[in-house]
C-alpha cells in the first residue's frame, strides 16, 4: 500500500459521510473499491440503502456512479470492501444469485430484444419460472403452463398499470426510447424486487413521459418496493428521491435531504470542479 | 387437418415468407414426382436423397438450437457430426478395432454419450467467455477430432475408415429382415417406364423412416423448447446476456444446455449418417459439413426450426441437383464443382436482400394454449419482417 492510498484510507475510516443511523436497511456497502488500471474508480465508498426509501444517486460524470451500480449488482468483482443484501453478504457473487436475495437492476441504455414483442420481453421477467428448467417442458408441461399463464396475466396487469397494455403485441425494438425505459421498469417489476436499481431512468426520455416514470416510481414505492436511482436530471431526482447521496470522485461525498444536498458547498463545488 | 377441412383459410393465414416457401415446396414435390413417374429418378436413389435430407436437417436442427437460439457460434458442427458417426460405427462394425458387433441401438447410446461428454468439455472453458471464444475453440476443436480419427489407427481404422457397419434395424425382431423378405414390384406408373422396387429400395425405404423418426422427435422437442420460458431465456441470452444476467438468470447453466442440446442433435445426424452409409471415413469430418449446415441455418432463418429444416433440404437440393447440370450438354463447363461458388453466390445474395433468411420465427413464442386470441396477423401479434439488420 502506498502513501497516497493509507491516507485515504484513513479518510474513509475517520470520515464517513453517508448517515450510517439508519434502522432498516436493505442494502449495505461497505468500504467498497475497485480500479482499472491507474483508474480508481470506487473509492473506498460506503453507504447504506434504508428500506422503502426512493434513495438517489447523483455525482458530476465520471464520479462512479455506474461503477458502484456493476459492482453492488454483481457485475464488476470488487477489489476490496463488501455489499449486503438484506444482511446476507453477496460481494463477489454473480449477478444472477445476487437477483435471488432480491436486488434487481435496469439499464442506462434499454436493452433491446430483438424478435419478440413486448409481451414476450415482459415474461422475460419473473424469476424462478418452472418452464426454465428444460426437464420441466416434457415432464411437468401442466405445471409450466399455470405458470406461463399466470405470468401472462401479471405482464397484461402491469402494462395496464404503466397505460403501455396497447403495446403488448407490438415488436419489442419498434417502440420509442421513453416507451422501452417504462418497459424495462415494468419487466424488472416482474422480477419481485425488494430493492430495484435504475441506472437513469429518465435519460432520453421526453418531458411528458418523464412525469409518468416519476409517478410509477413513486407508486411503485409505496407499494413496497425500494430504490436506488442515478439520475443526472436534478430536477427528477430532487423530486422524487430522499435521501439523495453525492458520489465524486468513487466515494460518498455526503448524504442528506434534496434540500440540504443543493445548498452544500462541496456539492456544488464538486460540480464545478472547484474542489482540489 | 385444417389444411385439408379448410385450404383457404389455412392459406390465408400463412404470413407471406409461409406462403412463399409452401409454394416452393409443392412446386418441387411435383417436380420430384414428375421425376419419379418418368423413371428420371431412381426411387432408391431418391430415398437416399431423402434420408441426406433428413440428415441435413438434423444438423441444423442442432446448430439452430446454439446459435439461432442462444447465439452460441459452433464451429464445430462437423466434429459433433463425427463424433455420432464414428461412436456408433466403431460399436457396431464388424470392421471396428475397437468393440464391434454390437446392436446399433447401443452404438447409438454410446455416441450421444460420448457427444455430450464433448460439448461439456469445450462448453465449461468457453461458455463463461465472450461469444468469441466458443467460435475459436470450436474452429480447432473440430481440426482436433478430426486428426485424432485420421491418426490414432489402432482405434479407428485411420484413413482406411471404418466397414461392415449394419443397417439401423440389425437385431430387432422383424425390421432386420425386413428389406429380404419383401417381395420384389415391378410398377408401371405411365405407358413405357418401368420402376422395379427390390431390396435395396425396401432397405431405403426404412431408413427414411429412422431418419424421419429422429428428425420428427428433434422437432418436437426443439418446437417445445423454443415456445417456452427456457427458450425465452435462450433468445434474451442471444440478444443481450448482461440484461438476463440482471434479470436474474443463470446464463452460463442456460448456454450449456443449449450446447449440449445442439451438439446431441448433431451427433444424432452422424449415427444415422452412419447407418445410411454403411461406411465412415475421416473424409467425413471434413470442415465443409460445417459450413453448409451454418448456410442451412443462415438461409432457412437463424432462430426458426422449421427454417432449419427447409434450409437443410434445400442444401440438399443444391449439392445433388448440380451433379444432374453436367447432363445439359450446352453448359460448356464442368457445373458440379462450381457447387460451393453457386452457394457462396447464394449467401451473398440472400445477405444483401433477405438477411433474416427465408423463414424467420413467424409468430409470438409464448406457452402454446396460454395465449387464447393468438394475434396472426401481421399487424398485430406477427413481428414485420426486418428490413436490413437483425438476423433472427
Redesign the interface.
Known sequence: MTDADATAADAAATDVAADQSKDDVVLRVEDLQKSFGALTATDHATFEVERGTITGLIGPNGAGKSTLFNLV???YEPDGGRVEVNGTEVTGM???EI??HGL????QTP???????V??AM???P?K??????LN??FR?GD??E???A??ADAERILEEFEIDHLA?Q?A??ISGGQMKLVELA??ML?EPELLLLDEPAAGVNPTLRNKLAEQIRRLNEQGTTFLLIEHDMDFVMKLADPVIVLDQGSVLMEGTPQEVQTDERVIDAYLGGSP | MRVLSDPKGYWADLTRSEQGVVAFIVAFAGLLLVGLLTGALAPTYFLYLVGLAGMYALLSFGLNSQWGFTGLINFSVAAFFGIGAYGTALMSASSSPIAGDLLPIVGLVVALVVAALLALAIGIPTLRLRADYLAIASLGLAEVVRLVVLNERQFTNGSAGVRGIPPFFEGFPVLADLPQMMPGLAIRPLPGTTIVLETPFWGALLNVVVVLGFVGVSYAVLRRAHRSPWGRVLRTIRSDEDLARALGKNTYGFKMQSFVLGSLIMALAGVFYAHLNLFVSPGDLDPVTTFYVWVAVILGGSGSNRGALFGGFVIVGIREGTRFLNEFAWIPIDVAPLRLLLIGVLIVVLMRYRPQGVLPPQRELIWPKVVDEAPDRPDSGVREAKVGGGDD
Open positions: 449488482s454483481g457485475f454473480e449477478p444472477y437477483a435471488d434487481i437492476r435496469t439499464f436493452r433491446k430484444l430483438e424478435g419478440m414483442t409481451r414476450e415474461l422475460v421477467g424469476r419460472q418452472p418452464g426454465e428448467s428444460f417442458l416434457f408441461p409450466v403452463g405458470h406461463e399463464a405470468n401472462l403485441t415488436p425494438t419498434k419487466r424488472a422480477a
